[in-house]
């Protein structure tokens, strides 16, 4: 029995876990990843000529990255070889090599060889592969949830074509658990399961991409649900959300990321820092992530409360917020909650102010109602003597020749000069804004006199 005959063994056999039985053996059947696999791609051409190229495949946890290289095992007539880089050191790298040299030697054939989790090698066992993949006495596929730019070894890196694979997205997950669903050989078929629609929705949400997560809640939501109604020749039984819940111990959330409650919630949130109440502000956000939203959503709208909201009454709440939304962006869940969480704290207890929001809104405004009004000459710039015989910066008073570097004078056009956009608040660092900003508007208005 050869590696291929073994896996479709493997696959049949009811005692393995739904995830595995499921694993595409095609490209067709690997959901979401049709940007780097499907029709045109290189990876099909490679496969549909047998010419593989060494790869690093990344990716985040079930998006497809070990069932991929399978595939490409199976369209290859190359020996294939994996091993884990958690379980295999540099013996079981030597031996592979070894393994290698026999299959060219005496069976003519390519080594592909598929290393799982690479980043876990360190610099040493990387290097012991870089002459071997060079010379082309193996094809290396790598797999990694880790950027390759900071795990894998510059001189590797630049041997392998890295490819990305995305989280899926919810049509893809939701394809792959219909797909387990019907499938009489390998998947769910033969217990005739029926997924009624919030059940179908709820595994797709809180699997977050992930399609193993995904298949492993479906089969035990399955077990549940046989247990609840016991198998009946020619009948169909439902599984429903309490059946998802009762498996999963974790209560279904009321919210859809694109419906009125996703709404509802982002305002409640909002509201809540505005309000300066951190505790609601707190237990809005956890709503959200824990019922699946885009995390990175919820990191954009502190961003925009931070200008919006706090402004410079805190000038440092958009820095704390954009440091909060890099931290995620780097650590992902669920240790880059807390980061929002810290931010989401800090903005709700800062001290507000919206005059930058409504300054913003004013001069807009008076944007579209006046047009392009000229520049007053004595701040234009004059780079020729053209320009300087034209009065072009003529008059111009440099700040830093004034006593505390202010220089009263026009910036504003002729048509507006008086205008007021910017009123700040009494509140935070913005009260001492407001001191400076009274002082020159004073002094402006007494010579002006």
């Known amino acids: 029995m050869d590696l291929f005959d073994h896996q479709a063994a493997e696959s049949t056999d009811p005692q393995r876990p739904l995830a595995e039985r499921m694993r595409p053996h095609r490209l067709e059947d690997l959901f979401g990843q049709e940007a780097e696999t499907g029709p045109g791609s290189l990876i099909r051409h490679a496969i549909q000529n047998d010419r593989m190229f060494s790869m690093i495949l990344w990716g985040p946890p079930g998006c497809g990255k070990t069932t991929l290289a399978r595939i490409i095992a199976r369209g290859t007539r190359s020996h294939f070889i994996h091993f884990s880089a ?141 247990a609840d109604s016991p198998p009946k020749t020619g009948s169909c039984r439902m599984l429903t959300l309490e059946h998802v819940e009762s498996a999963l111990q974790k209560k279904a959330l009321l919210y859809d990321k694109g419906g009125d409650e996703h709404f509802n919630i982002i305002s409640a949130f909002h509201k809540s820092l505005r309000g300066s109440d951190p505790d609601a502000a707190l237990y809005w956000l956890a709503r959200m992530l824990e019922a699946g939203e885009d995390a990175m959503y919820v990191a954009r709208r502190m961003v925009r409360f931070a200008s919006e909201d706090v402004g410079n009454a805190d000038p440092f709440a958009l820095r704390l917020a954009l440091g909060a939304m890099e931290t995620f962006r780097f650590l992902g869940h669920p240790e880059g909650d807390l980061a929002l969480a810290q931010a989401a704290v800090y903005l709700a207890t800062a001290p507000k102010s919206n005059s930058i929001y409504e300054a913003w809104n004013k001069v807009k405004q008076t944007v579209r109602e006046k047009g392009a009004l000229p520049v007053p000459l004595h701040i234009r710039n004059a780079p020729t003597g053209l320009m300087k015989d034209l009065g072009y910066g003529k008059g111009y008073r440099y700040a830093h020749d004034f006593k505390d570097g202010y220089a009263v004078q026009d910036y504003l056009p002729d048509a507006i000069a008086d205008s007021l956009f910017y009123f700040p608040t009494d509140r935070g660092y913005e009260k001492m804004i407001a001191g400076r900003l009274k002082k020159w508007r004073t002094s402006k208005e007494k010579t002006k006199k």
């Open 86 to 226: 958690v379980l295999a050191g540099v013996k079981q790298i030597r031996e592979v090599i070894e393994e290698a040299k026999k299959q060219r030697r005496f069976q003519r054939k390519q080594t592909l060889l598929f290393v799982d989790e690479i980043h876990r090698f360190n610099k040493v066992q990387q290097d012991a592969f870089l002459h071997h993949v060079e010379s082309g006495l193996i094809t290396l596929i790598g797999a990694t949830t880790e950027n390759p730019s900071f795990e894998v070894i510059s001189a590797l890196l630049s041997r392998c074509r890295v490819i990305t694979l995305d989280l899926l997205d919810e049509d893809a997950v939701g394809r792959v658990i219909d797909r387990a669903v019907e499938d009489q050989r390998t998947g769910l078929g033969e217990l005739n399961l029926g997924l009624t629609v919030d059940a179908r929705q709820y595994l797709i949400q809180i699997a977050a991409g992930d399609a193993r997560s995904a298949l492993n809640n479906l089969e035990m939501a399955a077990t549940m649900a046989l």
